[in-house]
């Protein structure tokens, strides 16, 4: 895989991933809930597909921050594990009203946004910490 410099959360494929995949459940699922589940199912599941790339992109501007980041990421994570849920109840609950086939395809792809989030977390750690490492003054003999 060819290495980008990062300049922006647009940058980041987990950024474009989930809003992807949010357009696929505003547009394919949440529309073709019913009626009854619009301030409960059909909310909540509208609610944690466009978290996701708003925490990173609103994550992304605090990356200087020592948690900042890493805590947006977080909570993505969360909100990704949530919408993994509800669209599993959206199939489970309602299957005359949804898409199965699509169900499926988002659950694994909010399932890849959460293993990418971590992972992105995790790098971003490791990445701050080393750099720390490196730009840290050298303490000299007399110090």
């Given at each position: 895989?060819?290495?980008?410099?990062?300049t922006s959360y647009r940058?980041?494929?987990?950024?474009?991933?989930?809003?992807?995949?949010?357009?696929?459940?505003m547009k394919e699922?949440?529309?073709?809930?019913?009626?009854?589940?619009?301030?409960?199912?059909?909310?909540?599941?509208?609610?944690?597909?466009?978290?996701?790339?708003?925490?990173?992109?609103?994550?992304?501007?605090?990356?200087?921050?020592?948690?900042?980041?890493?805590?947006?990421?977080?909570?993505?994570?969360?909100?990704?594990?949530?919408?993994?849920?509800?669209?599993?109840?959206?199939?489970?609950?309602?299957?005359?009203?949804?898409?199965?086939?699509?169900?499926?395809?988002?659950?694994?792809?909010?399932?890849?946004?959460?293993?990418?989030?971590?992972?992105?977390?995790?790098?971003?750690?490791?990445?701050?910490?080393?750099?720390?490492?490196?730009?840290?003054?050298?303490?000299?003999?007399?110090?």
């Amino acid at each position: 895989m060819d290495k980008i410099k990062i300049t922006s959360y647009r940058d980041l494929d987990v950024y474009n991933r989930s809003y992807r995949a949010c357009l696929l459940v505003m547009k394919e699922i949440v529309p073709k809930l019913p009626s009854r589940e619009k301030y409960d199912l059909a909310d909540q599941l509208s609610r944690s597909s466009k978290a996701i790339p708003r925490l990173i992109s609103e994550g992304y501007a605090k990356k200087h921050q020592k948690m900042g980041f890493q805590k947006y990421l977080d909570d993505a994570m969360a909100e990704a594990n949530e919408t993994s849920v509800s669209l599993t109840q959206c199939s489970d609950i309602y299957p005359d009203f949804t898409d199965q086939d699509l169900c499926r395809s988002l659950i694994n792809e909010y399932d890849i946004v959460g293993k990418q989030l971590y992972r992105l977390r995790n790098s971003w750690r490791n990445f701050s910490e080393n750099k720390k490492l490196i730009t840290k003054p050298v303490s000299g003999p007399n110090d």
